[in-house]
């Protein structure tokens, strides 16, 4: 059974970073494209990053690009992202989840979920 576990959210300084992890067990994990969401209360899941199964293709979306980076360590079956220069508006639930297949920035094709860890940037 796949299990994707978040960690390193909390609260944070406008300006400040900090930097998710996501442990990933039951499955190959290099095989698989990788990203994460966000949501905010009363708002929609917002794509933030994915990264193809071998770590060599990125996407971004635009609110985020050039602050944040998503990497991954396969043998260590772990994902990141590390957020820089946060701002006030990426305060969200942060979750990571696995693609079915690839490299893919729709949300309908990721097959699994963590449980999400919260990030709060302070004004």
């Known amino acids: 059974q796949v299990q994707l576990v978040e960690s390193g959210g909390g609260l944070v300084q406008a300006g400040g970073s900090l930097s998710l992890s996501c442990a990933a067990s039951?499955?190959?994990?290099?095989?698989?494209?990788m990203g994460w969401f966000r949501q905010a209360p009363g708002k929609e899941r917002e794509l933030v990053a994915t990264?193809?199964?071998?770590?060599?293709?990125?996407y971004y979306a635009d609110s985020v690009k050039g602050r944040f980076t998503i990497s991954r360590d396969n043998a260590k079956n772990t994902e990141y992202l590390q957020m820089n220069s946060l701002k006030p508006e990426d305060t969200a639930g942060y979750y990571c989840?696995?693609?079915?297949?690839?490299?893919?920035?729709?949300?309908?094709?990721?097959?699994?979920w963590g449980q999400g860890t919260q990030v709060t940037v302070s004004s």
């Open positions: 989840a696995r693609a079915r297949y690839g490299f893919t920035t729709s949300a309908s094709l990721y097959s699994y």
């Open positions: 039951g499955s190959t994990f290099s095989s698989y494209g």
């Open positions: 990264i193809s199964s071998a770590g060599g293709r990125t």
